[in-house]
């Protein structure tokens, strides 16, 4: 077979949705709201153990070797003609957000296997070796900081850094890696891949909108998280006069309008983002005053220089509401990822596999962060998309991609790794 031929080989959709849909029941829930079944897999729980599990053994069953690293990533390994030849790395996540669908993260594990089950099937074998990868903790909901499993792999944080991190009980990464059987014994830092691509959900409403099936990801914009902790006085609602006030409940309101403002304007650009994802009074009761509000601040910004100074901004605002309201602010960075510019060539062979099977593409720059903006660091690196339905949500049970989309997206992964991995030195 030519590796003309080889690339427009097509996937199994029927094995890739089933495998997807057994991932999605391992922590399925009902969501009463959407009403539809949604995904609550969070990074180092017991049912991100148990997904593992079952990822593994297919990876296993696939006939592919499987390594743990020292942060509980996954690796599974196929052979290629040329050992000494880098392998082609593929991957994403299975870790969830608490209230997550069953493709952010799955698609691009379960769409590498499907690759892998696929060249199988077919009895080829590549130049290149292929390595799936399934990363630790990518959303960053537990322990705080996003892209921890891919981001100590490639050397942004360092081992000792992630282990200590802690979840909302104090337990640490480390403990929590130990005790669901994944503190793998390989030494992180010594994967050079040739290159790595990403299946991925789009996440947004682009793609589906405009009516295109793959997007080719240019890179992905700069994310800035901060963890607030507003003290005030927690007082009777009814008897304390406003102006007797520290209410650390309209501080944290205040801060939460001034974030929309950053964005509503020009002044950060037009793709500035902002969001109060978490704000937890205490007590938490109708009639007090809350004294004490957690709270986090998720930037993200395309352009390095307009999120430094939102970031500059957002602090000068905090000191302002601390005097303003005679409130204390305690605020802390607790992830911060540059803007990143994928690989061009890598680009350039994502827009040729989704030519050769007849679909329409646009490049496309990822609103979330991804496990490969880290492999970016290290080796060639660039994404594919695919559109969702009811507007690409994400991070919501809603989350949903048609067998066609996905199809769509994992035709063309298997096309771009059987061409890198035919690739010489
Ligand atoms: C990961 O999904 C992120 O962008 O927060
Ligand atoms: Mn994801
Ligand atoms: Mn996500």
Redesign the pocket.
């Known amino acids: 077979m030519t590796i003309g031929e080889r690339t427009q080989l097509k996937i199994n959709t029927d094995r890739l949705m089933h495998s997807i849909d057994e991932l999605g029941a391992i922590g399925a829930y009902h969501d009463a709201e959407a009403n539809v079944m949604g995904v609550h897999r969070l990074a180092l729980s017991p049912e991100d153990a148990e997904g593992r599990r079952l990822v593994k053994r297919w990876f296993e069953n696939a006939g592919l070797t499987v390594s743990v690293d020292a942060i509980g990533n996954i690796y599974a390994n196929r052979t290629g003609l040329d050992s000494k030849l880098a392998p082609v790395m593929s991957g994403?996540?299975i870790d969830s957000v608490p209230t997550g669908g069953r493709f952010?993260?799955a698609l691009g594990v379960l769409g590498a296997l499907e690759v892998v089950r696929t060249l199988n099937d077919l009895d080829i074998t590549t130049r290149r070796p292929i390595t799936i990868a399934a990363f630790t903790d990518?959303e960053g909901c537990r322990f705080g900081t996003d892209m921890l499993g891919s981001a100590v792999a490639t050397g942004r944080i360092a081992l000792d850094d992630a282990y200590g991190l802690t979840d909302a009980d104090g337990k640490t990464v480390k403990q929590e890696l130990e005790a669901i059987g994944f503190l793998g014994a390989e030494p992180v830092g010594k994967r050079t891949p040739h290159a790595f691509v990403e299946c991925?959900v789009e996440q947004g409403p682009a793609l589906i909108h405009e009516g295109i099936d793959i997007g080719v990801v240019t890179g992905v914009q700069g994310i800035s998280w901060h963890k607030l902790i507003i003290t005030g006085t927690s007082a009777h609602a009814g008897a304390t006069p406003m102006g007797f006030r520290k209410d650390a409940g309209l501080a944290a309101a205040r801060i939460n309008c001034r974030l929309h403002e950053m964005c509503t304007g020009s002044k950060y650009g037009s793709e500035m983002r902002a969001t109060m994802g978490v704000i937890h009074p205490e007590p938490c009761m109708i009639n007090v005053i809350p004294g004490r509000i957690t709270a986090t601040v998720d930037l993200r910004n395309p352009d390095d220089n307009a999120m430094h100074n939102a970031e500059q901004d957002l602090d000068d605002y905090l000191q302002h509401i601390t005097k303003e309201l005679g409130v204390q602010i305690e605020s802390r960075q607790t992830a911060r990822t540059p803007a990143i510019i994928f690989d061009e060539s890598v680009q350039i062979a994502i827009e040729t596999a989704a030519k050769t099977h007849e679909l329409s593409h646009r490049r496309i720059l990822a609103g979330?962060g991804?496990d490969a903006q880290e492999w970016s660091a290290v080796c060639k690196t660039a994404m594919i998309f695919v559109p969702g339905l009811n507007d690409g949500i994400s991070h919501n049970p809603r989350e949903l991609s048609t067998p066609r989309q996905c199809a769509d997206g994992i035709n063309t992964l298997l096309s771009v790794i059987t061409r890198l991995a035919d690739e010489g030195e």
């Open positions: 994403s996540h952010d993260g990518e991925h979330a991804h």
